[in-house]
């Protein structure tokens, strides 16, 4: 989840964090047990967010233990609380000996998560973190995230305008780092893709008029929509100014079933995307036998995967501390990053879960976990090189439904 992160990565470098532990050789220094944090920092209308990623932590750390543990010892959760003053939380997860932390959700938290576990050397996989400022945090290389940053949906908008029919693009964006950030990168996506973008409007959240008269004038074939709060007012402009329906792409932040909110018809095939898979049906099956009251499961693949990778990088360091677990992240994740530890040896082997991983160890070949969220493979900054989105289409009565799905690979593939 991303908001903005304003004087946090201003800050950018403050962690105590020296080296590069993504691709530092480690030495072993744990104590044998492996213990996973969780940092929930979800309140107020977000706390919702907290059970989903709960009960994913919960279910895959009973899973890794079914199957042996870590080294034959039980992998230890640490009991979780639920704050948003993200540093003291962070402070009290070192003082209880995490290895690895899962978490935060809201970017504007990372920074300060990131400065106390890396300077501790802890290693950390936030399952929801987006914002793209975060790729160059300095974290010593201790920071990992199992989301896709904001701007890898570019590729996927635009894909979406171009299935369409669409040789030309407005893009409108809501003001802010979000709507900035992503248009910037739909506007290279559209270039390279050969459609032109005839204009890219900002526009003050709940004040969209202009912006949509200005759209109107450029005659576009298709519109992407760049918006969090004031969606729902932009959508309502666009549609005053004849831009309605299957001309209108929507970004993940202005995704929303809107119902009666919108006069009829506005959303009758328009598009949009939002993060990750659609969970199985085992899977959902797996999180509702830890929580039988779940009722969402936004970002538990994410954080499924994320206990996943830091036990199957566990096994493959032969050590539980954060820096070992930091070493072998990115190898185990299928990734290929300069100088990564256990990139480049053994042969690779697809796994599905933690025994399966554990077994291509045991085997002598190279782990490659692709999860509940799709392929990982974290490149050198701790990022997924491959962002999977689920597409939903809008019917007459201005609700969406899923109906396909898209991956975006770095480089815009």
Known sequence: MSTLLASAL???????????????????????????????????????????????????????????????????LIPETISSDTAAQAKALVAAKADVVIGPTDSSHAAAAIDVLSHAKIAMISPANAAPGLSSYRSGGYYFRTAAADVAQAFILVKLAKDGGAKTVAVLHEAGSYGKEVSVAVAAAAKSAGLGTPIDAEFPAGQAQQAAAAAKAAAPDAVVLIARQGAQGAI??????????????????????????????????????LPGTFPSAQFQAGLVGIDPGLKDMTFAA????????????????????????????????GGNAAGAQGSAGGEAADCHTYKECLDALHAGKRPNYEGQSGPV?????????????????????????????????????
Do not use: W
């Open 236 to 273: 309502a402009e666009l549609n005053n100014a004849g831009l309605a329906g299957k001309k209108l792409v929507l970004s993940d932040g202005a995704v929303g079933q809107y119902g009666q909110g919108l006069g009829s018809h506005a959303l009758d095939g328009a598009r949009g995307v």
């Open 377 to 413: 493979n974290f490149d050198s900054n701790g990022d997924v090189t491959a962002a999977a989105y689920m597409v939903y289409t809008y019917g007459p009565d201005n609700t969406a439904k899923m109906t396909g799905s898209e991956t975006a690979r770095s480089g815009g593939s």
């Open 302 to 333: 994410e954080a499924y995967d994320a206990v996943n990778l830091a036990a199957i990088a566990a096994a493959a360091a032969q050590d539980d501390a954060g820096t070992s677990i930091a070493s072998r992240l990115i190898a185990v994740s």
């Open 10 to 76: 201003a800050l950018t470098g403050c962690s105590g964090a020296t080296g590069n532990a993504r691709t530092d050789a480690a030495e072993a220094s744990g104590d044998g047990t492996l213990r996973i944090g969780v940092l929930l920092d979800n309140t107020g209308d977000q706390s919702f967010l907290n059970a989903p990623q709960l009960a994913a932590v919960k279910l895959a750390v009973k899973e890794i233990n079914a199957a042996g543990g870590h080294k034959g010892k039980p992998v230890e």
